[in-house]
């Protein structure tokens, strides 16, 4: 990254978070939960810090200008302390479910490819247009189809948690990431001391990973047959004839007891919730602050409304002034308020601060110089 | 726990009661070791804990509904002189074992009572409450568990049965039968018992007691598992990962801290290991080298182990075949008990 992305996108960060104090979400007991972030100009993750209050957080995030924050979904008694020192108290439930994971088709057509040796955009599927280097790496750039798929996978997700789990839907917070994705927070007394395998186990349940065949009607050889699941029925017996449709399933059950496991197996990819299990199943994970800018994006991490569509929109809190970035794009996109840009093959633009800086984010532009100074320093 | 009948005692003597029921009854642990009106109970001792050590679950008149005083004294002090015999042999494997036999003892009874439609019915529901803090709910379908008291325990079972995925869920409760409410905190009833074992003074020796203490330190001696490497060949997980990083495809993290840890702990020191990482896209040597050293523990830090089959699962680096039947750990796999 150039000195004057650097410079675009440390003004424009420490902008929001001196002037839009209002998007940050302090974490409730902040003395507890470890902090940590990331900054330009300085490789990896600065972790294992401890705020006491919330003018800490402020004066970090103004100071530091951090290109991401996360906080810790667990609390500790000495939160800045090793991880082996840190004496866990509880966790809130996360679940992820981020686009990149849900095999869309749509996805080539709105990801670009940013060249590791000469920088370069090009089209993804392919090496670098400009150098033929195969060492690329893919951007995707917003997208309404991933988006709602992401939400919908989110809503199932949900439904899962309040009906077979028990969960109060008071208790489930669901944000949007601020690149392409969803993260819900579950704050639930009794779910709260769960380890790391019971979490697991969580999120192999709404994934619908690891059912057997008997246990869905189909026995080993010689053992009575059940009723195949059928609709209406609640629970994952319901959820798997509604998707999978009870023909299908008698089908496969008239094959025999393996091939009927074979498509309990397969079907998790259709009637589960599309989770990152890693993410749910780790106790000592920091996760992306809500209100905090996500450094894929310039973007924030902001509360998920019922409907996706305008969700580009309401996360774009950047200022909207005018700067000027070199621009290379094949592809036309939308962020913010901004209806469509691009494509741009190479060449000087005038774009809003919040788009400048999604682009620099994404690797289809740079700033041109000194576009970075007109922020606050 | 509060207020433990006669016959709950009889059938749950782990129950710290059974203690004060000995002593209510006049006795003590000294009265058993030198009176030798009282070896009959020595006896039954010895049977319930050579029960154990064959894997059987002892039986008496109490199973059959004998609640007589005699039939309940005789429970009662004979569970109590087993422990202490056990105690003072420091026959851990037996521990081990008896704990194991008289939770699935217990069982027995918590089952029947769970399925009785009585009063009886609360000391079970009472005991999961009390003791582990399960607070089970009778239904017309039969009992409910609630999710993260299932999971708690489910998570330590190998059977897939058990996976909550396997389970009729529903509004944050897992429906059991009573079997399977008992089933669910058999292994804690067993450790409730082994740690009652383990934390109880050790007796001073007593002349009644030492025939038997060194028959039980015989049988726990020839109870320590004895393992021998069958094979060397290595398990599926482990033959993918390599197959993947042969091809000169990704191999995620996991799976490379799999491969790692998996072959550190079947002795191939790092030299031997870092070779097998140069097929990765990312492959470079000092990074490769740093990882190793620091899974290995090299240096005076943490030695990491292989992780557990069912993380691996989770992570989807699990290719489970038939020979991975009863393992629970890439460690296990070609392992053998001795016979």
Excluded at chain 1, 224 to 242: H, I, S, T, Y
Aim: proline residues 5%; contains cysteine.
């Amino acid at each position: 990254m150039s000195g004057d992305d650097e410079a675009l996108l440390r003004g424009a960060i420490k902008e929001y978070y001196i002037e839009s104090r209002e998007h940050v979400v302090v974490p409730d007991q902040i003395a507890s939960r470890e902090f940590g972030y990331q900054k330009l100009g300085y490789d990896g993750m600065i972790r294992h810090q401890s705020l006491p209050d919330e003018g800490a957080l402020r004066v970090l995030l103004s100071r530091e200008a951090p290109t991401d924050v996360y906080c810790s979904n667990a609390r500790y008694l000495f939160p800045s302390m090793p991880m082996k020192e840190k004496e866990w108290q509880g966790a809130d439930l996360i679940f992820d479910i981020d686009a990149k994971d849900l095999d869309m088709p749509c996805r080539e057509g709105h990801s670009v490819a940013v060249c590791s040796e000469c920088s370069r955009v090009s089209p993804a599927g392919g090496p670098c247009a400009a150098c033929s280097s195969s060492k690329v790496s893919l951007r995707s750039l917003p997208c309404q189809k991933c988006i709602k798929a992401a939400h919908d996978e989110t809503e199932k997700l949900k439904s899962i948690l309040c009906g077979d789990l028990g969960v109060d839907p008071a208790s489930i917070t669901v944000y949007f990431s601020g690149n392409e994705g969803y993260h819900t927070h579950v704050r639930a007394a009794d779910l709260d001391g769960l380890g790391s395998r019971e979490r697991r186990e969580l999120a192999d349940y709404v994934m619908f990973r690891g059912a057997v065949a008997e246990a869905y009607g189909v026995p080993r050889q010689g053992a009575k047959r059940r009723d195949l699941p059928a609709r209406g029925e609640r629970g994952w017996r319901g959820r798997l004839a509604a998707g999978l449709g009870a023909e299908a399933l008698k089908k496969a059950a008239a094959g025999g007891r393996d091939r009927y496991q074979g498509a309990l197996e397969a079907a998790s990819a259709a009637v589960g919730a599309r989770i990152d299990p890693q993410v749910t199943g780790d106790i000592h994970r920091i996760f992306r602050m809500p209100g905090s800018l996500n450094g894929k994006s310039g973007l924030s991490k902001v509360r998920a409304g019922p409907s996706p569509a305008g969700i580009y929109a309401e996360s774009c809190l950047l200022a909207d002034r005018p700067v000027e970035v070199l621009a290379e794009c094949p592809h036309r996109f939308s962020v913010g308020r901004r209806r469509s840009l691009g494509p741009y093959s190479r060449e000087r633009a005038t774009v809003p601060l919040y788009a400048a800086v999604y682009m620099v984010c994404k690797g289809v532009a740079t700033a041109a110089a000194g576009a970075g100074g007109q922020g606050v320093n | 726990m509060e207020g433990i009948g006669r016959l709950e005692c009889a059938r749950y003597p782990f129950l710290a009661n059974a203690g004060e029921y000995i002593a209510d009854k006049g006795f003590t642990i000294e009265a058993f070791g030198t009176d030798p009106d009282l070896v009959p109970f020595i006896e039954l001792a010895m049977r319930r804990i050579e029960a154990a050590a064959s894997g059987l679950v002892y039986s008496s008149g109490l199973d059959a509904g004998d609640a007589s005083e005699q039939s309940v004294d005789r429970e009662v002090f004979s569970f109590v002189v087993a422990t202490v015999l056990l105690r003072a042999a420091g026959a851990r494997s037996l521990v081990r074992r008896f704990a194991l036999s008289e939770s699935r003892r217990a069982e027995r009874f918590l089952e029947r009572s769970l399925a009785r439609e009585s009063r009886e019915r609360d000391m079970p529901a009472r005991l999961l409450e009390g003791l582990f803090s399960v607070r089970v709910r009778r239904a017309d379908y039969g009992y409910g568990v609630p999710v993260a008291s299932y999971v708690r325990r489910s998570v330590n079972f190998h059977e897939r049965e058990w996976k909550l995925v396997n389970r009729d869920v529903h509004a944050g409760l897992v429906r059991l039968t009573a079997h399977q409410v008992v089933r669910l905190v058999r292994q804690e009833l067993a450790d409730h018992i082994a740690e009652r074992i383990r934390q109880s003074p050790t007796p001073p020796t007593l002349p009644n007691f030492e025939p038997h203490v060194a028959r039980i330190r015989g049988l726990s001696e020839s109870l320590e598992p004895k393992y021998a490497e069958v094979t060397g060949e290595h398990p599926p997980c482990v033959k993918h990962a390599m197959a993947v990083l042969e091809r000169g495809e990704n191999l995620p993290h996991s799976g490379r801290f799999m491969l790692a840890t998996f072959l550190l702990g079947r002795g191939w020191d790092v030299g031997r290991i870092a070779p097998l990482f140069k097929g990765a896209p990312d492959y470079n040597e000092k990074t490769t080298l740093y990882q190793l050293n620091n899974i290995s523990g090299a240096g005076g830090g943490t030695r990491y182990s292989c992780p557990l089959c069912d993380k691996l699962e989770s992570q989807g680096l699990c290719h489970r075949t038939a020979e991975c039947e009863g393992i629970i750990s890439p460690m296990q796999f070609g392992r053998r008990r001795e016979a």
